[in-house]
């Protein structure tokens, strides 16, 4: 009977382990979305000179015009911008 509670108690501990989680991550073969935020180092572009080189330049999702339908905009850290539109 013992050994039927530690099994218990340890399941329950490595089921509780795992914590929700908000995302959920879409492969781009399902969402569509092609976008790469690739960044090729030379003397000007490093972590070295540039420490927020490697955070991208940003998302905007909204209703942009005013047609219902949400665009989204993708910005790499290069300066290329990607519109989708849903």
């Known amino acids: 009977?013992?050994?039927?509670?530690?099994v218990t108690?340890?399941?329950?501990?490595?089921c509780s382990c795992r914590k929700p989680t908000l995302f959920e991550q879409i492969p781009s073969s399902k969402s569509g979305i092609k976008f790469r935020n690739q960044i090729v180092e030379n003397d000007s572009i490093n972590p070295i000179d540039n420490a927020c080189?490697?955070?991208?330049?940003?998302?905007g999702v909204g209703d942009f015009n005013n047609?219902?339908?949400?665009i989204s905009i993708l910005k790499n850290s290069s300066g290329k911008i990607t519109v989708i539109k849903f």
């Open 67 to 70: 047609d219902g339908l949400p």
């Open 9 to 14: 108690f340890i399941i329950l501990i490595f």
């Open 1 to 6: 009977m013992k050994q039927f509670y530690l």
């Open 53 to 59: 080189i490697y955070n991208g330049g940003g998302v």
